[in-house]
């Protein structure tokens, strides 16, 4: 038996994105092959829902309390040192942190750390790696030039001024400036020492662990084992709709997720939509916004927005799945759910999506933004119940061979903490 302290700086639960499901999902799995597992998170809520636990977890939590003031590495560093030399754990699991995160790993050197990085934290300020001005993917990175991406958030030369103000005013965050501010202030990412150390801190860790071959070339060049292991699938919670079930009326695609948010690709998918609609193809498109959109149109039916547990009956609701992402989905949690739930899905081509959906198999790869190429798939599918049926099949199957949890941590995560907890020089 191992003892792993897991430790993350933004987890909460009920979650209110993947990267946390996907925490509990490992550790879940851990504690069931007899590990003892402990989360380490601070108790600080002031612009995000750190360390917020409403409902028991089948592992121990251990909230550490702070302000928008103590939230700074030298009380973070010192704090989480102590708790885990109280712990003594084997491996220590990095989970997200954004700036912290970094400057948190000298402060870990007593222990075996496994760092992930589910997004583009360390990476990107805004975590999408895309730059909005330009409309486009980003070709930088905080790591490598530092002060143009600070340039990029920042704007102008008091907004930095601006947002300290704000911290020490206790002022109301609108958008998530002051919690990135308070953030990056906090660990000093803004320093000399911090841009030139970060680096050789990337390279502490025994392993990294992320989702797709696009962030482990960028951080490949500062750390020797960097490993693809993707996310993965609750099976018997994402299972297909009953064979009897047909809905009545047109054949259903479905897009699930923050529609209003540009990089989500929903101008993509309308364009596509109004050429089929135009050809006079029957369908209905159901989306998730959690307001109004600004766009009607016959075949359009908002569901409003779902959470969690009605996500599985959601997807009951379509025939193909559609995660047009702009930008470079470091997973897509989306494509693996609907594959899951035994629809075709058709995707952007890149990131994480490429990791799961097999072009031709289990849906359709498509360059994103290209709304031609959606509408050319969706015709496809549409008017071809049998390929829908089998390609969802396909999708299915490969959800179950490789993406269903159990199989993910029994296949990766198990080897890999055993290893370092049995103190194997290399894994």
Not at 300 to 325: E, M, T
Request: hydrophobic residues 40%; proline residues 6%.
């Amino acid at each position: 038996m191992a003892r792993i302290a897991i430790v993350d700086l933004t987890f909460n639960w009920p979650p209110v994105g993947g990267c946390w499901v996907d925490l509990k999902e490992i550790a879940d799995r851990l504690v069931r092959a007899g590990h003892e597992v402990r989360l380490f998170v601070p108790r600080f809520q002031d612009y995000y829902p750190r360390g917020r636990v409403e409902s028991e977890l089948a592992f121990d939590v251990s909230p550490i309390a702070f302000n928008r003031f103590t939230y700074n590495i030298y009380q973070v560093g010192r704090r989480f040192q102590k708790a885990l030399r109280s712990y003594q754990p084997d491996v220590v699991y990095v989970g997200d942190g954004y700036f912290m995160k970094g400057a948190l790993l000298p402060y870990l050197s007593e222990w075996p750390v496994v760092l992930r990085f589910y997004a583009y934290e360390l990476i990107c300020f805004n975590l999408h790696y895309y730059l909005y001005g330009e409309n486009r993917i980003c070709d930088g990175n905080f790591i490598e030039d530092p002060k143009r991406c600070h340039r990029c958030w920042y704007t102008g030369r008091t907004s930095l001024l601006k947002h300290a103000l704000g911290i020490v005013a206790g002022v109301e965050d609108r958008h998530p400036a002051l919690h990135f501010s308070q953030e990056y202030l906090g660990s000093l990412a803004f320093t000399r020492h911090y841009r030139e150390h970060l680096g050789k801190w990337l390279g502490m860790p025994k392993a990294i662990v992320v989702y797709n071959s696009f962030i482990q070339s960028l951080l490949a060049r500062y750390n020797d084992n960097v490993r693809i292991i993707p996310s993965g699938v609750d099976i018997r919670r994402f299972t297909p709709k009953p064979p009897d079930a047909t809905g009545e009326g047109p054949p259903g695609i479905l897009m699930t997720g923050r529609v209003n948010d540009p990089l989500k690709g929903f101008e993509t998918v309308r364009k596509a939509c109004d050429r089929l609609y135009s050809d006079g193809v029957e369908f209905k498109l159901f989306i998730t916004a959690a307001m109004d959109v600004d766009f009607k149109a016959p075949y359009l039916v908002n569901l409003g927005w779902v959470d969690q547990d009605q996500l599985p009956a959601l997807y009951h609701k379509g025939d193909i799945s559609l995660v047009p992402s702009t930008w470079i989905e470091p997973f897509g949690i989306t494509a693996v759910e609907s594959m899951a739930a035994g629809l075709p899905v058709i995707a952007s081509r890149h990131g994480g999506l490429e990791t799961s959906v097999v072009d031709g198999e289990t849906g359709f790869l498509i360059p994103p933004g290209d709304a031609e190429a959606m509408a050319q798939c969706l015709k496809k599918l549409l008017g071809d119940p049998e390929l829908r049926r089998s390609m969802g099949a396909a999708g299915r199957r490969r959800m179950e061979e490789q993406f269903d949890w159990d199989v993910l941590v029994e296949k990766n995560y198990l080897p890999l903490f055993e290893a370092l907890a049995s103190g194997m020089a290399s894994v």
